[in-house]
C-alpha cells in the first residue's frame, strides 16, 4: 500500500539543527552580558570619592589687615561689666591714631533697624536675578540645577539639622572622629515612620542627640515618585557632629 | 538573578550627610534639695556655680519645674522633666550628722530615664561647699572623659595699701587666705604636687629674688638669690626643676634650676631680653619672649636651650606665654595698633594666632586650668584689675575676684590627687 506524499510546500521548513541548544547559549549570553554589567562595575569602580564641605567665609568689604598685626576678632566681644576706668599708667594712650566720623542719627536709625531685621547693615543691593537655582532650593545651596529628589533630601537635610544640636559636654577632641549612621523610613506625609541606629557612635550621649534631632524634625510630604522608596528602603543619615 | 538585582537596589539607599550641628550647653535640671534644707541650699548653690562657670551645661529654671514636691530620689517621673527640657536631673539628699555634712547625690539621664552616677559625699560643716566640687567633678568626667576642675585652687597677687601679698583661693574666687605679708610678692607659680608655691619677692630689700612658700605651713624660704635680680619661677612638669629668670651684668636670660634653688644653669645666651619660661606639658620644650629680633616675641627651644625657634611674627610687644597642658596651644598676652595688652593663643604647630579678649581694659598674665578647658588672666575691665576666666575660643568670661583694691598674676592650681 503505497500512499503518495503531498508534495512540500516550499515555505516547509527542513528538518535542521534542533532549537535548544541555540536558544540556552543565547539565554546564558545575554544573563552573561546584563549580569555582568550590573556586577562587575561593582567591582571595578572605585567607590566615590567622600564628599567633603568647602566652608567658604563671605569676605568682607574694607582695606586687607596688614598681616603683620595682631588678628581682630571678627564679632564684637560682650560688653564688659562696667565701663573701665582711666588707670594712671605709664602706657600710652590706647586712643585710635585716626578717628572716625560719627554716624549721623539717621544711619545709626538705619542700623538698629537692619539689626532688628536681623542684618548687620542696612542691605543696598538687590539679590542677583541671574541666579540659577529653585524657588525651594536652600540658601547655601551650589547646584543650579536639580537631579530627581534632590529638592527633596535639601529639604530634609535642612530640617533635621535644624535640630540637630551637640551637647557642649561632649569634648572638642571626641567631637573631631565621632560619627553615626541613622536610617529614616519616611511615610507619605512625611512622618517618620521608624529610624534605625544603624552605626553607632560610641558616645550615648551623641547618639542621644542625633535621635533627639530626628524625633524633633517635621519633614514634608515626599513627592510621588520617591515615596514608596522612602517608605519601604528608608534614607541614610550620616551624622558628623 | 531577580533576588539578586532585588538586593542590588535596596543597597541603594539615597544617603544624606550632616554636618555643622548647633554646640549647645546640656540642660541639666537640679531638683530642689531633699533632707535637711540649709546644708542641701548651700550644697547646691556652690554646684549650681560650678556648672554655669563650666560653660558645659545648661541650668534650667526651677521655677518651671513640674515634679511633685514628693519626689525622692526614686520613683522619679521622668516624664515630667522631659517636659521642661531636661536632659540631666541632679538630685541632692543632705543630713547634717554632728559637725559634718553627708550628701547623697545622683546624675540622671531623662531621655532613657535611668540613673547615671550615685555617690555619697562627706566633709566638715564649714568645708560643705567641696562636697559640691567633688561631685561636680565626678559629672564632669563622667561627661567629657576628662577630669573636672573644681576642686582646684588658684593664687594670685591681692594689691594692698601695704603692697602685695600672694593669696590663695578656690578656683571659683572663694575662701581666699594669704600666704604671705604684703610687702611686694609677684607672680606665684604651683609646684606640680600642689605642695609649694614659688613667686618673686622684694621681701630681703636686696631687689626682686625668687622664693618659695609651703602652701600648708605658710613656711618662705629663698629659692634664688643670684644675679641683679631673679624672678618668674615656673615649676617643670615632674617638679624636679624650675625655670626663672635673671639679670646678670645687664643681660637678662632664661636659667633652669634644681627644685631647691641649687645648680642654676643658664639656657640663653643672644642679646637682649630673654625672660618668661614656661615648660610644655611634656617637659621637652620651652616657651619664652626674647627681643633677639628688635621686638618682644615668643620662641619656643628645646629643653636644654637648643633648636630655638621664633613662634609669633604677628604684634610688636608679645610676652607672658603660657603653654597649654593639652600641648597644642600657646596662651600670651600682645599688644595691639591701639598699643592696648589683650589675649591671645597661638597654635604650637602652626603659628595661626587667635584673639581671646578685645575692647575691654587691658587684659594680661594668662594662665591655663590643668585640664585646658579654661584660662585665667587679669583685666582692668570694670575698673579695678581682677582675675577673670575665659575659655580657650574666647567665650564664657567670668570674674573669679572681687578685691577692693585689685588683683593681679594668676597662676592656677594642680588637679587633687586621684583617689
Redesign the interface.
Known amino acids: 500500500m503505497s500512499e503518495s506524499l503531498p508534495p512540500k510546500s516550499v515555505l516547509a521548513l527542513e528538518a535542521r539543527t534542533p532549537l535548544t541548544p541555540g536558544l540556552v547559549l543565547a539565554v546564558a549570553l545575554h ?1 552573561v552580558v546584563f ?1 555582568g554589567a ?2 562587575l562595575p ?1 567591582f571595578f569602580d572605585r567607590a566615590p570619592p567622600l ?1 567633603k ?1 568647602i566652608i567658604a567665609k563671605l569676605v568682607a568689604l574694607g582695606k586687607p589687615r596688614d ?7 571678627e564679632s ?3 560688653v ?6 582711666s ?1 594712671p599708667s605709664s ?6 591714631a585716626v578717628r572716625k566720623r560719627e554716624p549721623t542719627r539717621q544711619e545709626l536709625m538705619q542700623r538698629a533697624l537692619a539689626r532688628a531685621a536681623g542684618k548687620t547693615e542696612p542691605r543696598t543691593e538687590e539679590p542677583d536675578p541671574e541666579r540659577a537655582g529653585s524657588s525651594t532650593g536652600s540658601a547655601q545651596g551650589t547646584a543650579a540645577t536639580a537631579e530627581e ?1 534632590d529638592a527633596y ?1 535639601t529639604a ?2 535642612d530640617a ?2 535644624e535640630n ?8 572638642e577632641r ?2 573631631l572622629y565621632l560619627s553615626a549612621s541613622v ?1 529614616a523610613f519616611i511615610g507619605p506625609g512625611g512622618q517618620i515612620l521608624k529610624h534605625e541606629l544603624q552605626k553607632k557612635s560610641g558616645n550615648a ?1 551623641f547618639d ?2 542625633l535621635e ?2 530626628i524625633q524633633r524634625t517635621k519633614l514634608p510630604p515626599p513627592p510621588p515618585e520617591i515615596a514608596k ?1 522612602l517608605r519601604d ?9 | 538573578m531577580i533576588a539578586l538585582l532585588a538586593l542590588l537596589l535596596a543597597a541603594d539607599r539615597p544617603v544624606i550627610d550632616l554636618s555643622g550641628g548647633k554646640v549647645q550647653a546640656y540642660p541639666l535640671a537640679i531638683a530642689r534639695p531633699l533632707g535637711v534644707q540649709d546644708a542641701g541650699v548651700a550644697v547646691q548653690s556652690a554646684l549650681s556655680a560650678d556648672f554655669e562657670r563650666s560653660g558645659l551645661f545648661k541650668l534650667l529654671d526651677p521655677a518651671s519645674f513640674l515634679a511633685r514636691p514628693t519626689e525622692g530620689l526614686t520613683g522619679i517621673d521622668y516624664t515630667r522633666w522631659q517636659a521642661v527640657g531636661a536632659q540631666g536631673l541632679v538630685k541632692t539628699s543632705c543630713d547634717a550628722p554632728g559637725g559634718e555634712v553627708k550628701c547623697d547625690m545622683r546624675l540622671y539621664d531623662v531621655a532613657h530615664g535611668v540613673e547615671l552616677l550615685h555617690g555619697t559625699y562627706t566633709a566638715p560643716r564649714a568645708a560643705m561647699r567641696q562636697i559640691a566640687h567633688r561631685f561636680g567633678d565626678d559629672v564632669v568626667k563622667y561627661f567629657t572623659h576628662e577630669p573636672g576642675v573644681f576642686q582646684t585652687r588658684i593664687a594670685y597677687v591681692r594689691e594692698t595699701e601695704a603692697g602685695k601679698q600672694i593669696v590663695i583661693a578656690d578656683q571659683d574666687g572663694a575662701s581666699p587666705q594669704p600666704l604671705t605679708g604684703a610687702s611686694i610678692n609677684l607672680l606665684p607659680a604651683w609646684s606640680p604636687d600642689g605642695k609649694l608655691i614659688a613667686f618673686t619677692s622684694f621681701r630681703d630689700g636686696l631687689g626682686a629674688h625668687i622664693f618659695s612658700a609651703d602652701v600648708v605651713s605658710r613656711q618662705i624660704k629663698p629659692l634664688v638669690l643670684m644675679g641683679d635680680f631673679a624672678t618668674g619661677a615656673v615649676y617643670a612638669p615632674d617638679g624636679l626643676r624650675f625655670l626663672f629668670s635673671a639679670s646678670i651684668d645687664d643681660n637678662t636670660d632664661v636659667y633652669v634650676s634644681q627644685a631647691d634653688g641649687s645648680a642654676g644653669r643658664r639656657l640663653t645666651d643672644a642679646r637682649g631680653i630673654d625672660i618668661s619660661g614656661t615648660w610644655s606639658p611634656d617637659g621637652k620644650r620651652i616657651a619664652f619672649v626674647s627681643e633677639r629680633a628688635g621686638t618682644p616675641q615668643i620662641y619656643t627651644m628645646a629643653a636644654d636651650g637648643s633648636d630655638v625657634r621664633r613662634l609669633t611674627f604677628q604684634g610688636n610687644y608679645n610676652q607672658e606665654p603660657a603653654w597649654s597642658p593639652k600641648g597644642d596651644l600657646i596662651a600670651f598676652s600682645g599688644r595691639d595698633e591701639h598699643r592696648i595688652f589683650d589675649l591671645y593663643t597661638v597654635a604650637v604647630d602652626t603659628g595661626k594666632v587667635t584673639r581671646l579678649t578685645q575692647n575691654q581694659g587691658t587684659n594680661e598674665k594668662p594662665a591655663w586650668a590643668p585640664n585646658g578647658r579654661y584660662i585665667l588672666f587679669s583685666s582692668t575691665r570694670g575698673g579695678k584689675r581682677q582675675i577673670w576666666e575665659t575659655q580657650p575660643d574666647g567665650s564664657n568670661q567670668r570674674a573669679v575676684t572681687s578685691e577692693r583694691i585689685g588683683a593681679s598674676d594668676p597662676a592656677w592650681g594642680p588637679l587633687p590627687p586621684s583617689k
Open positions: 544573563v549580569g550590573l556586577i561593582r564628599r564641605p598681616p603683620h598685626l595682631l588678628p581682630r576678632k564684637a566681644p560682650p564688659a561689666a562696667a565701663a573701665p576706668v588707670i602706657k600710652p594712650s590706647s586712643a585710635p529628589g533630601f530634609v537635610h533635621i539639622l540637630y544640636v551637640v551637647p557642649s559636654v561632649i569634648s571626641e567631637r536610617v550621649f542621644q542627640a533627639l534631632a522608596s528602603t528608608g534614607v541614610v543619615l550620616n551624622f558628623k557632629p
